[in-house]
């Protein structure tokens, strides 16, 4: 598995990727940095450029990644630059997402491993990662990668977010 950046060549997989999140009622995809409400592939790629280089109005700088085998994406992931007290709270450095097809075969771990080195390759010596407190997959993907739970933080609605750190 590697960690590829998007590009136009990504297109049919990468709505495909997105299609097999709505068909099993996902509206909201982790870590794909908007492909799931982008009207176009290329409105996405151009979302992901302006986010990249630090010129988006509202997004901090972060990074986007297809998690590919054998030209197949089998995941997506965002890594943020550096924090903002939102993410801070209940996001996080890293945001990602396994295609649903592929679930529960270790891809997401992996994913995290990659994203990781992408981390250390960005100079971001200790990564925050969360989850929502019921997803114990994704809790258990973050315990793979060395994460200590640091706290939960419970938002103005009562979700719960477990915040790990990670020294990379």
Not at 130 to 154: A, F, P, Q, W, Y
């Amino acid at each position: 598995m590697q960690l590829i950046k998007p590009t136009p060549a990504h297109k049919e997989k990468a709505l495909a990727y997105r299609q097999a999140h709505f068909d099993i009622g996902e509206t909201q995809i982790q870590g794909d940095n908007g492909l799931d409400e982008s009207k176009t592939y290329e409105d996405w790629l151009a979302h992901l450029a302006l986010i990249e280089a630090g010129k988006h109005e509202i997004y901090l700088p972060s990074s986007t990644y297809f998690a590919i085998i054998n030209e197949d994406i089998l995941g997506i992931v965002d890594i943020r630059h550096h924090l903002n007290d939102f993410l801070l709270k209940s996001g996080g450095h890293i945001g990602y997402s396994v295609h649903p097809q592929h679930r529960r075969k270790g891809h997401a771990t992996q994913i995290l491993r990659l994203a990781l080195a992408k981390c250390k390759e960005m100079s971001i010596e200790k990564a925050l990662v969360t989850c929502d407190k019921e997803n114990t997959g994704s809790m258990k993907t973050i315990l793979n990668n060395r994460g200590v739970l640091e706290n939960e933080h419970v938002d103005d609605k009562g979700q719960v977010t477990l915040r790990y750190w990670i020294n990379v």
